[in-house]
Nanobody
């Protein structure tokens, strides 16, 4: 299971840190990902980190503002979001996959319930 938390309401320019705790054997050898879905839009990839954390990937609009990291002792992946913009408003989901090099939804094996992030202007 994946359990995401940390969402909330923040003003533009503010910061939030999302967390996603994995259980049930999900985490070891899994690439961890964050996706988001804004109202009326399709879900999109945001960021990913490999199992040992050596590589990270970001969607272009969040590069330089968001940082993904993981703690393999706590089975937790984080998404630090800085300089938030109203267009970052969405439900954020964490997902796990053992397939390397992919950001496709269809390649994700496990999904957590989302956490709402709302950025006011």
């Amino acid at each position: 299971q994946l359990q995401a938390s940390g969402g909330g309401l923040v003003q533009a320019g503010g910061s939030l840190r999302l967390s996603c705790v994995a259980s049930g054997g999900i985490f070891i050898n899994y690439k961890m990902n964050w996706f988001r879905q804004a109202p009326g839009k399709v879900r999109e990839f945001v960021a990913a980190i490999t199992w040992l954390g050596g590589r990270t990937y970001y969607e272009d609009s969040v590069k330089g503002r968001f940082t993904i990291s993981r703690d393999n002792v706590k089975n937790t992946v984080y998404l630090q979001m800085n300089n938030l913009k109203p267009e970052d408003t969405a439900v954020y989901y964490c997902a796990a996959s053992r397939i390397a090099g992919t950001t496709k939804e269809s390649d994700m094996e496990y999904w957590g319930k989302g956490t709402q992030v709302t950025v006011s202007s």
